[in-house]
Each structure stands twice: as C-alpha cells, then as structure tokens.
C-alpha cells in the first residue's frame, strides 16, 4: 500500500484525528493526535490491509531549536566565547516534544513513520504498548529520556537511568546536575560538554 | 513530576506448575525466594540485573534491569559531527563493531541521499565492507557459540571458538590497527585499504573455516547433553517474536523468514549466492534455543560463503572513499535505516536540520528489544533454562545500555 | 599398616609398648602418610586438570611458575590460598561456615582408611569396608549443606540443595551398582575382592558382562556423587556463581577444593578396586615385578584422567534431568542387573 493510500485509510476512520502527512520524501510520515493514538495504532495493526505487526523503533524528539529550514541553532558542535565557556543557548522559547513509531508490516511489505507532537507543558501520549508489547521498552526509554507520559502503560519506570535521577537527559534544554546522590558531576567535563 | 508505577510484588506459590492445594500447602509456611541475577553474575553476559523471583528451581518472573553500561550515546551524537560519532557506534555491540560503524555509515549515507546529495561508495569499498563485514559477523556469531556452551557447562567450546576469532581479529588488526575498536568504516566508504597480507589471510581463513564449523557441530551441536537442555526450552514463537521486535537470529529462529541483508538488500548483498537461515525446529519446538543457537551456526557457513564468493568476485584495487565534502553537513531530513548486524536489526533514526551534528540520532538496538522478550519467556523455566535462555538471545549489554 | 605394624614390635623403644598403643601410632603414621599422599595427588590433579583442559581447549595451560611447563604451579597456588584475605560474610552461621570445608574434606579422606593400595598396604582391613567407604564419602554431602545454609547467601543455598538432592539420590544408583559384585565375592573386604581377580585381564570384574554394566552405573553415579561436571549442579558456576562455596576464600576454599579432589580420587580408588583388578597387572608373571601401589595408582589416576576429560567434554544436565536419569533409567538398570545376577547365581 502507498503511502498516500495508508493515508486516506486512516483519514476516513478517524478523520480530525490525523493531523498532517508528508509524502514525496525519502520516509513519509503521518502526524496524529496524540490522545487518540492507541486506537490508531489497534487500527493499523488489526486491518488486514495494513497489518502493521512490528513496531521497529520509537524515538522521543525535542524539537527545541528545530528548523526545519535549515538554519537551526544546532548548526555548529559548540559555541564558545572567547574566554572558554560555552554560549548559553536561549531555550525560553517552547517547542513540542514529539515521539515517532517506525511501523513495518512484513506481510505487505510497506513501512510507515507515525508521528506525535505534545506540549512541553503536559507532555502526555497514549500508549501502544498493549498493541506492540515491544512498545512498552521503547515507551519507557522514551519516558527516562524525554520525561514524556505514555498514558495506560503498565509500568512505566526509568529504564537507562537510576530511579532516582532527575531531569529528561535528552530534552534539549537539560542542564547536568551538579551532584547525583553523593557523587559531584561538576568539573568532570560533563556538565559542561552537554550544554550548548 | 510523573508518578511512577512500581510492578505488584508477585504472589506467594505463583508458579507455573506447582500451584497446589493439599495440606503440604495449607500447612507449611512458603515463600517465593527473590534473588538479583547480576549484575556481576557469570552467565549475564555483561552487566545485566535479572531481578528473578522463584519457586523453588522454578522462575516465577524474571524483571531485566538494564542501564549499567549507559554512556549517554544519543546525547553525544547531538554534539559530534556525522564522522565524529562513528566511533561511538564501536562502543555499543563490541562483538560486531564493524557492523555497527557499517550501518551508522549506511544510514548518514542514506541521510546524505535522501537530501539531494550525491554519495558514490567506490565498488572496491562495497566489497571490502562486505568482507569485513561478514567477518566480523562470523567473529561475533563464534563468541556466541562459545558462551552458549560456557553457559550450559561446557567449556571447550569457547576456547574452540576463541581460537578461530583470533584469526579474524588479527585480520582486523592488519586492517585497521585496532582489535575491538575498530572504526573502520566512514561515512563513505571505509578508511583504509586492505594491505595484501590481510587478503592472503581472509583467503586462507576462507579455506579452513568451514572445517572448523563441522568440529564444533560434533563437539557441541550434536551432544544429547546439549541437545537436552537446549531443545525445547524458551520457545519464542513467530507471533510473539515479532510483538516483541525480536529481530535477527531470535526472529528467524521462529521460523519468520525475514533478514534485512535479502528482503531489503543495502550495499551488495543482491549480489551473492547464500541462503536466509530459519529455525526449523528439529530437536524440538520451532523457536527454541537450540534452533536460536543454530541459526547462528548457519549463518556463520552463509556468511562464509559470502566472504569466499566477495573475495572472488573482488574488483581492482581503487579508491576506497567516496568523494565527500570535508565538512560534512547532511541536507534538512530524516531517516530510519536499519541493517542486518549479527544480533539484530541495528537501526538509526537520524534527523538533521542542516547542521555539522545531527539534531537527533536515536539508536534502536536488536538486543534491547531481543532483552524484552525475556518478561514474557521466563516465567515457568527453570534456572537452568533461563541461563540457557539468556544465552541463546545473544546479548551485548554495550548495545542494550548504548 | 600391618607391615608397618610387624616393623614397630622389632624396634627396641616401640616394641616395649603394648599393642594397642603400637597399633594407635602405626595407625596415625598410616594415616598422616595417605593424608600427605592424597594431598600431593591432589595438588598433582589441580595441575594435570588445567594441563589436560589446555590440551583440549588448544592452549597450554600454566607454563611459568617451576620453569618447566608450570610444574610448581599449585604450589603458587598454595601459597597464594593461605595469603588470601580470608572473608566471613557478615550474616554467615559462623560455626556452619567454618566447619564446613573440615566437614568436606574429612568426609572425602575417611574413606582412604580402607582403600587396599596393595595386599599389606590398607589402613583397615575392614570386613564391611566397601560400606563403610560408600557411607563416609556420602558424609560430603553434609558438608555442602553446611556451606551453603551458613554462607546466608541465596545462590550457595541453591548449590546446597541441589547438592543433598543428587548426591543422596545418587547413592542409591552407586551402591546398587556394587552389589553384584558384592554377591559374587561374598564379601564387603575390599581387598578380598581384589584378590579374587587375581591371574589373567579377563578375571578382572569389569571384563565380566553383568559387572561392566555396574562398572557404567558405577562411574557414572560416582562422578555425580563428586559433582563433576555433566553433574557439577552444586556448583554449576554459570548458573549458581560458584554454588555452595560461593562465599568461600583462601583456605577454606583451597580446603572445599581438596575435599572435591580427594573425593574424586576415592571412587577412582574404589572402581580400581572392585572392577579394575586393583594391585594387579593382569599378567600374572609381571605381578612380581612391579610394585602393588604403583599399579594400583596408575590405574585409579587413569580413571580420573577420563572423569577430567568427560569435565572438558560435556555440557551440563539439568537438575529434573540429572534426577530423571538417577531414578527413571539408572536405578531400575542396577536393580535389573542386581535381578538377573542373583537368578544367575541361584542357577549356576
């Protein structure tokens, strides 16, 4: 199945759930609303035309500083100034957070790149995890990472980091902690190599 | 902050097989017995912690606990440039370096094309991908082989299967100077040219491998012993493997008939004569760990042939790097590119917005999801069969933690 | 002992003293002699176990400490035992603790009493001595419950039960296994049984049909009774970490070693004897010339070299697997055999 029929299967089902699509470049994909994603993606699986049976990978996106013109902030590795220290990029504006399912169905043989945008504010998404167990992992890594909630997932812990550690590492605007429990993180090198 | 849901502890006498109701059980007191597998325990293959909860020598549930060996990778990809990263894509499977360099290259290359620009891998470097490549998958394919029977108690095996990595390493070492770390591979074709030498010994390692494998199909394969404990133990089927994302060995194990490297050629894979390896369940269950653990010996005969027919087909001596600008910067994308590494599908989800670094570089690690399926086989195996299991997974903590 | 014995009522002081006190001291000579004996082969074992692991695992083995092919190597690895740290977990039942390697090692080297080295060197010439050996290697077993409830850790417990499990039950297969032969000589004196395979190779029991089937049972059943591996389950260091003495180090853990090769050497010792002809060459005119230990040793060190290298070989049962075999096809083997035997004898 296309693309552009994948599309218009999912338009008619659930119409204002589907947000936007792009097509006509190397991996299309579908943007859709973020609440409504569990039955969208039941949808995908369970119709016998589309039959999406693996979900290959999830990844949580912050598109803090995102330009998809191409003129982003994150043009160059580091900024420094001239004395050294690395130039405090602005993060005030807010930007979404965005988590992105890569579906493949081995039985048609047709991939699809299913997209989600939520708020910085109340970063929330419905999980799949009872559609793709595998999704309940990636959900969790997405959580420890980007501090994003998969609504309706069963466990949803830190799976990379300690329980206890406190920040989403790879939100664009996380800043390093100076201490973790007793052990200081400051002057390692760390801290400072994470910030832009 | 989100609340977090911390797992119901499981319930007393839960497991499989020995819920009972007689006076025994009314009367005398029982207690699961929860023990931490790892993370410093022989058989985790790393630095996995198996949270294990047993009945006896029973698992009533088994919980990974992973993130030991994390390094930050995708935040350090966000701050390296396309050519700086390769060599932490070493760092995650160190069993099959070279695959993993292979497929991070592919996938910038890829980036690289769907953006417009042009990226013309010489033909002579396919072919020394192609070769490195599979070596490499042999190498990490001989260590599982060789852990699986440390697992199961026997311990020549390893050293057995040791002593042809050797071979392949010293090739390595010729190649590119490093044994384990390799980066070998670059965006755009491969760093250095093979010297002489090392194409003398990929041929003579060609014409002495497939011996090797009969040897350790007698010592190992072949064995009752090892036929028991394997056979018929942590059956991972079609449905539940692909519900999972196991992919690799695991997947084809199940009898699904899917690898990358034929449904989805990349490089020159289209150009070779060998066959995809299924589990056909002949000791037992169609997915158990015997035909995970034979899987992997198949394919190690496959990827021979491979090598024995890219070093045949080897074209003259050239350019081994693309023309590529210095200073690379990937057009506006992104890309999800997936190839087929000894453990899995090793892909990576590359989104540039036009800078020198990637703006975001999600690793998905076959052995990550491969990990995932052990909730689900565990419980109702015995210890025994859960090292057995674990081993037969193939795992690579470097790559699960990344 | 009873040369040892007869030499101690020439010597002018000795000879002075009652008898009983000569037979004591004649008796802890012998015993501190097969105690330095067993010790030595056990040191020689722990080198010839990593020499024939090497050869079959394509590499060398020690090669440095003593010069030549790493002769002095348990040696090294004696003294690096007694300076290691020796570590008591802290929630350790500490008299279990401490007194399991004693209770490992006593159990594997009380039976050495009645091993019948050669026709005047036995250190009891017991007339039950067969039994009394099977029921003191058999006390090994307690010590590996000792260690692994009073290491307070988890992984020894396992080792520990799984160890009671399969050496009590193996006992079963072990001794069934011996009986036939017990029958044929009509006795439990070892070194009676010895005598009666005196003369040609094909008087030895194991060249008897019905008695090589119990020498099979017997050496496997022996090698699960030793926990060696495809039945090391105890230890079962890939699953278990190191089983039952997982929380040991330095010398208790050197000691749970020896014990492991002392008792190996003892049901090499006692095939040697009930199947292998003991002292005897099996030709008789060479009878003569060599002498009795020697043979005797040779052929149980034989016997170890195969349990060694079945170790190198195979993989590892599992414990229904290890439990199945004992109960569902060893034990009605030997009971079979045992059946067939007695109707044989009533018969003929």
């Known amino acids: 199945m296309t693309h552009e029929q994948i599309h218009q299967r999912l338009a008619q089902r659930f119409g204002a759930a589907i947000l936007d699509s792009k097509d006509g470049i190397a991996q299309p994909w579908i943007l859709v609303d973020p609440q409504s994603l569990d039955e969208i993606a039941r949808f995908l699986r369970d119709e016998h035309d589309l039959a999406f049976e693996r979900s290959l990978c999830i990844s949580g996106v912050d598109y803090e500083g995102y330009d998809a013109a191409g003129k982003g902030k994150h043009r160059e590795i580091n900024q420094y100034e001239e004395n050294g220290t690395v130039r ?55 959580y420890d990472m980007f501090g994003i909630e998969f609504l309706g997932h069963p466990d949803l812990r830190r799976i990379l980091l300690p329980e206890d550690w406190e920040g989403w590492p790879l939100r664009k605007d996380y800043q390093m902690p100076s201490r973790y429990r007793d052990i200081p993180l400051e002057g390692l090198g760390y801290s400072e190599g994470f910030k832009r | 902050m989100i609340q977090r849901q911390t797992p119901a502890p499981p319930r007393a006498g839960s497991g499989v097989g020995l819920e009972r109701d007689d ?69 995650m499977d160190y069993l099959a370096a070279m695959n993993c360099n292979w497929t991070y290259c592919l996938a910038v290359e890829a980036l690289l094309r769907a953006g417009g620009m042009k990226v013309e891998i010489p033909e002579y470097a396919e072919y020394v991908r192609v070769i490195i490549g599979e070596l490499n998958r042999i190498a990490s394919h001989l260590i599982a082989f060789g852990t699986y029977g440390l697992d199961l108690g026997a311990m020549t095996p390893f050293f057995h299967a040791l002593r042809e990595r050797e071979v392949i390493l010293n090739i390595f070492e010729q190649v590119c100077g490093a044994r384990l770390m390799y980066s070998y591979y670059d965006v755009g074709g491969v760093k250095w040219d093979i010297p002489d030498e090392a194409l003398e010994d990929i041929k003579r390692f060609c014409a002495m491998f497939e011996r090797k494998l009969d040897e350790y199909n007698t010592l190992l394969s072949e064995n009752t012993i090892f036929i028991e404990r394997a056979a018929n133990v942590g059956v991972i089927d079609a449905q539940t493997a692909l519900a999972f994302g196991c992919t690799g060995p695991v997947l084809r194990a199940a009898g699904v008939d899917w690898d990358v490297r034929r449904h989805e050629p990349y490089s020159i894979y289209d150009r070779f004569d060998w066959k995809v390896c299924l589990g056909r369940g002949e000791k037992g269950t169609l997915g158990d760990c015997w035909d995970r653990y034979m899987v992997r010996m198949r394919e190690m005969e496959q990827s021979w042939r491979i090598i024995v027919q890219a070093v045949d087909k080897l074209p003259a001596r050239g350019e081994v790097m693309a023309a ?64 057995a299991t674990v081993g037969s997974l193939d795992l690579v903590l470097g790559e699960i933690d990344r | 002992m009873d040369w040892l014995l007869a030499h101690f009522s020439t010597l002018p002081l000795l000879g002075g003293l009652p008898y009983s006190a000569q037979a004591g001291l004649a008796m802890g000579v012998y015993g501190a002699v097969v105690l330095v004996i067993v010790a030595l082969a056990v040191m020689v074992f722990s080198l010839a176990e990593r020499k024939v692991a090497g050869f079959m695992q394509s590499r060398y083995g020690p090669m440095y400490v003593g010069g030549w092919h790493g002769i002095l190597q348990p040696l090294a690895d004696g003294i690096k035992f007694l300076l290691k740290e020796d570590i008591a977990p802290a929630a350790a039942d500490k008299l279990l603790w401490r007194a399991a390697p004693i209770a490992v090692f006593t159990g594997a080297f009380m039976g050495y009493a009645v091993i019948p080295w050669g026709p005047s060197f036995v250190g009891a010439k017991l007339d039950m001595g067969l039994f009394y050996a099977f029921a003191t290697s058999s006390l090994v077993v307690m010590g590996i419950i000792m260690a692994g409830w009073g290491s307070n850790n988890k992984w020894s417990l396992y080792g520990a039960m799984r160890g009671a499990a399969q050496v009590i039950s193996y006992e079963i297969p072990l001794g069934l296994a011996v009986l036939p032969v017990i029958m044929g000589a009509g006795t439990l004196n070892m070194g009676s049984i010895v005598q009666r395979q005196a003369g040609f190779l094909w008087n030895w029991n194991v060249f008897n049909p019905l008695f090589a089937i119990s020498f ?62 003991g002292w005897w060459t099996g030709i008789p005119r060479v009878d003569h010339f060599v002498p009795a230990p020697v043979i005797f040793t040779v052929k149980a060190v034989a016997l170890v070299f195969i349990m060694m290298w079945l170790r190198w070989t195979l993989p590892r049962l599992r414990v229904d697997q290890l439990m199945h075999l004992c109960w569902k096809i060893f034990i009605p083997i030997a009971l079979g055999n045992l059946l067939l035997y007695g109707l044989i004898r009533s018969v003929i």
């Open chain 1, 88 to 142: 405090p990029v602005d993060f005030t504006a807010s930007a979404d957070l965005g988590v992105v399912y890569h579906l493949e169905s081995l039985a048609h043989r047709h991939k699809l790149a299913l997209k989600v945008r939520v708020p910085r504010a109340k970063p929330q998404v419905a999980s799949v995890g009872a559609v793709w167990p595998t999704a309940l992992w990636g959900e969790r890594e997405t």
């Open chain 2, 23 to 91: 006076d025994i059980a009314r009367t005398l007191k029982s207690e699961l017995l929860h023990i931490n597998m790892g993370p410093q325990h022989p058989s985790t293959h790393g630095v996995l912690r198996l949270f294990i909860t047993t009945d006896g020598e029973i698992v009533s549930s088994a919980i990974p606990y992973i993130g030991y060996l994390h390094r930050c990778a995708e935040k350090i990809a966000e701050g390296n440039t396309y050519h700086q990263y390769v060599i932490y894509t070493d760092r």
């Open chain 2, 324 to 387: 590529l600008p210095k200073n690379l910067k990937a057009p506006v994308g992104e890309l999800y590119f997936r190839a087929e590494n000894p453990k899995g599908e090793l892909g990576f989800y590359i989104i540039s917005d036009g800078g020198a670094v990637p703006f975001r570089c999600k690793t998905r690690s076959p052995a990550f999801h491969n990990l995932h399926v052990l909730e689900r086989v565990a419980p109702g195996l015995m210890i025994s069969d859960l090292v």
């Open chain 3, 216 to 277: 099979v049972l017997y050496f496997v059943s022996a090698m699960a009774e030793v926990n060696r591996i495809p039945f090391d389950l105890p230890e079962s260091e890939s699953e278990l970490v190191a089983g039952y003495h997982t929380e040991y180090t330095g010398m208790k853990f050197a000691f749970m070693m020896l014990g492991e090769y002392a008792d190996m050497f003892l049901v090499a010792t006692i095939a040697t004897a009930v199947f292998l002809g």
